[in-house]
T-cell receptor, first 111, second 117 residues
Framework: SQQGEEDPQALSIQEGENATMNCSYKTSINNLQWYRQNSGRGLVHLILIRSNEREKHSGRLRVTLDTSKKSSSLLITASRAADTASYFCATDASGNTPLVFGKGTRLSVIA | GAVVSQHPSWVICKSGTSVKIECRSLDFQATTMFWYRQFPKQSLMLMATSNEGSKATYEQGVEKDKFLINHASLTLSTLTVTSAHPEDSSFYIC?????????????FGPGTRLLVL
């Protein structure tokens, strides 16, 4: 049931740089969410963007959504070593169905 | 925010034994819970949807007789891995929606790491 594709699969940047991750999906959605997962740990919910929204901000995070292209991007500004983790997009089709996760991007921020 | 707990957080068992994982919604009632599995360096894959008071709905390719799901109350769903084998070693994560709060957010448990020797 996995429908999201993220790119890049892996990203390595220097501390202070910005990190951009992209997500594409295949079917219509109610909302799209981004999660972070540290190695071997549980998921941390980062941000939710609804299908009628185009951009959303939360702290150093900026998420965009283009429903015509069925794609979303997550931008982390001024990255820190603590941002090192895997990032997943997940799509919600209707609010009652389970989230469907993309393959994820492994981000490494080098101090 | 709503909290979902899982128990145990990790388990090591011998091949052929059965392992039960509990998923609880701590401050809300969940008529539906979801079970995901995550292999190393991969994403979360939905295994099944657990429905309170009725049979679970399994995703294609997931053996319902191997992964038994029981959702006996509005706050508890259990996943039993029967006759576990090394290939069942994985990270199992449950989640639930709080419909009383709109159901938009899916809350995830911290996961259970299973290692089958």
């Amino acid at each position: 049931s996995q429908q999201g594709e993220e790119d890049p699969q892996a990203l390595s940047i220097q501390e202070g740089e910005n990190a951009t991750m992209n997500c594409s999906y295949k079917t219509s959605i109610n909302n799209l969410q981004w999660y972070r997962q540290n190695s071997g740990r549980g998921l941390v919910h980062l941000i939710l963007i609804r299908s009628n929204e185009r951009e959303k901000h939360s702290g150093r995070l900026r998420v965009t959504l283009d429903t015509s292209k069925k794609s979303s991007s997550l931008l982390i500004t001024a990255s820190r070593a603590a941002d090192t983790a895997s990032y997943f997009c997940a799509t919600d089709a209707s609010g009652n169905t389970p989230l469907v996760f993309g393959k994820g991007t492994r981000l490494s921020v080098i101090a | 925010g709503a909290v979902v707990s899982q128990h145990p957080s990790w388990v090591i068992c011998k091949s052929g034994t059965s392992v039960k994982i509990e998923c609880r919604s701590l401050d809300f009632q969940a008529t539906t819970m979801f079970w995901y599995r995550q292999f190393p360096k991969q994403s979360l894959m939905l295994m099944a949807t657990s429905n309170e008071g009725s049979k679970a709905t399994y995703e294609q390719g997931v053996e319902k007789d191997k992964f038994l799901i029981n959702h006996a109350s509005l706050t508890l769903s259990t996943l039993t891995v029967t006759s576990a084998h090394p290939e069942d070693s994985s990270f199992y994560i449950c989640s639930a929606r709080d419909q009383d709060r709109g159901g938009e957010t899916q809350y995830f448990g911290p996961g259970t790491r299973l290692l089958v020797l």
